[in-house]
């Protein structure tokens, strides 16, 4: 069970003469059998050092108020780049290998494209800006944390909080987002002094290695290995002129729906007059019922989803302390994954657990591979898993939601190509922020409300100062912990709507069989080649995007109002 997996703090010095001595061993090896040998031995090592790292970032996210892990977050965020420094020696080894005609046969390319990246990213020339970084982060994420705002009689998390964003109760969801927005006004100086401090660590660490700016640093450090930033651009500027005049019709729907004058910015969270469909039961129930739909999917899932309720490997209740929102680590030698969640009572509940699941699934079934750099893919491919899994359980969407799974479907699927625009705008946004390191928080905000009103016109701010200020963007934690990871979640997106139209609207039969088979691959293959395999088109396709956008506005456009009564 995972309270049983065992957590050590390693001794690093012990550490770097043992993974040196592994090292030299694979770099003197006089034949291609002992530099295997010694290859295995330094994945065993650095699965171990991967499965401790993990432990203590999963632990303390679960309660960052425990005094024990809170000094272990603070020791790996300054020893992590240590440990990556130490793990350099082995890339650089490999790259140089003696064997590496022979090696390319054995293991994937992007083990040796991930190995070229990382000596680009990083060298003791910015160890010391990197750990600051990890800080200033772990600061952020402190601050996000330490929410317990009081409302409805209760201290709420920033989490269950939101769950109040839907209630039909119109005054009630305006004061509940007051609550939730002045939060982050009132704690505004605090949010503009970590961001500007990430901004010039990361730049100065970007040019200290040789790149242009921090934007370049950013998409090697994402690993972009099969399109680069012009396609990306391309990309954004599709999702403003296909995408946001069909969500705009969407929004006009739900004005009319919803009775109102004018559609305010609290009023974008309900999608129903009557209230947005809820999961019933509690999560012990939303847990039994994932089990049986992940039994009646297929075998494999079931099997998977035993073994997670098993051994306890998932946290979903928000409680005070906890860390936000919603992430999936594997545990490296334990060779298992782990699902953390803030559950709230809300749709978002069934949607965070099909999301997760469909990550946690992908690196069960990817055990096989002994590099850990490659159970995971890199984050464009692996939302395509977990975004497909929110659509391939569609047809058990009534044990969620009874008789308004139709109603959460619809939801569903239209907050599918809403969220496109929104995280193209969070890559925008960056993509100027770090282009102009210099910007004041004034600058940075007012860049973002510019292109708020480009991507989500139908935000209307009038009755909020401080989001029309241009704040908001500080609740998206991935701005501040992971930069330039959020337009990987659009990629995917367009890959996951396609296989929602095989299994859904055309009935194919092979669409699971090529689910599995992206998942089994793990991080083996790159983006445009998972894409491939999987017989999906690319996002970069135009034609074939503007065709998938026009299924799904035709399908939207079928189901009529009185439909969702």
Known sequence: MFSDFLYERPDLTQYKDTFESATQAFSTATDYTKAKQALKKLNTLRSAMAKNMKLAYIRHSINTKDDFYNRENEFWDHHEPLVDQIHNTFYQSLLSSPFKKELLKDY????FLFAEDQLALLDESVIELKQKENEVVSQYTQLIASAELLFDGKKCTLSELAAYFSHPDRELRKIAQEVYVAFFSDHEAEFDQIFDQLVQ???QQAKKLGFANYVEYGDRLMNRWSYNREQ???????????VVPINQKLYQRQKERLNVTSLEYYDLPLVYPNGNPQPRGNAETLVHEAQKMYHELSPETGEFFNQMITDQLMDL??????????????????????????????SDDVDVLTHETGHAFQSYLSRWIEEPELVFPTSDTAEIHSMSM????????????????????????????QFLPYGALVDHFQEKVYSHPEWTPKERKNCWRKLEKLYCPERDYQASEALARGIYWYRQGHIFEVPFYYIDYTLAQVCAL??????????????????????????SKTFLETVKLGNLYSPFNQAKMKNLLTVVDDYLSMITEADLR
């Open 317 to 346: 209740l928000s409680r005070p302390g906890k860390q936000s929102g919603g992430y999936c680590e594997y545990i490296d030698e334990v060779k298992m994954p782990f699902i953390f969640a803030n559950f709230n009572g809300t």
């Open 498 to 523: 396609q296989f929602w139209q095989r299994a859904i609207v055309e009935k194919d039969p092979t669409t699971w069989t090529d689910y599995l088979a992206i998942c089994r691959i793990g991080g």
């Open 201 to 203: 660590l990361r730049d």
């Open 390 to 417: 929110e659509f391939l359980t569609w047809p058990w969407m009534s044990n969620f939601f009874g008789d308004e799974s139709k109603k959460y479907q619809f939801a569903h699927l239209s907050s599918a190509l």
């Open 232 to 242: 990306l651009q391309a990309f954004r500027r599709f999702i403003i002129e296909d």
């Open 108 to 111: 994937p390319e992007t083990l």
